[in-house]
């Protein structure tokens, strides 16, 4: 397989995921598009690694899997706060809970 393959790839599931963070008001599904651009910039990672014969690119794709894992911890900590308190996962009523 070619290299432009996958960037094509990624490039369509980056867009995927800004157009799912930008246009989705459920916070679930704007943690899951922000997981997609993650993961659109793991396979460039990936990609490019083994195009240049050098592991470089799955080392740094480990960390973000791994900083990624914390990421939706924490979401989804912040999600459940705003539904307990205003029974509505809507990122637009967040801004509700300023002081």
Do not use: H, P, W
């Amino acid at each position: 397989m070619y290299l432009n393959q996958f960037l094509f790839l990624s490039a369509v599931l980056f867009c995927i995921g800004v157009y799912g963070v930008l246009t989705r008001k459920n916070g679930v599904l704007v943690l899951m598009s922000i997981e997609l651009i993650l993961n659109a910039v793991n396979i460039n990672l990936v990609a490019f690694g083994a195009f240049n014969a050098d592991l470089g690119g799955q080392v740094f794709a480990l960390f973000i899997i791994a900083v990624a894992a914390a990421e939706v911890g924490v979401g989804l900590a912040i999600v459940l706060l705003i539904y307990r308190n205003r029974r509505s996962i809507d990122v637009t009523e967040a801004d509700l809970m300023k002081g």
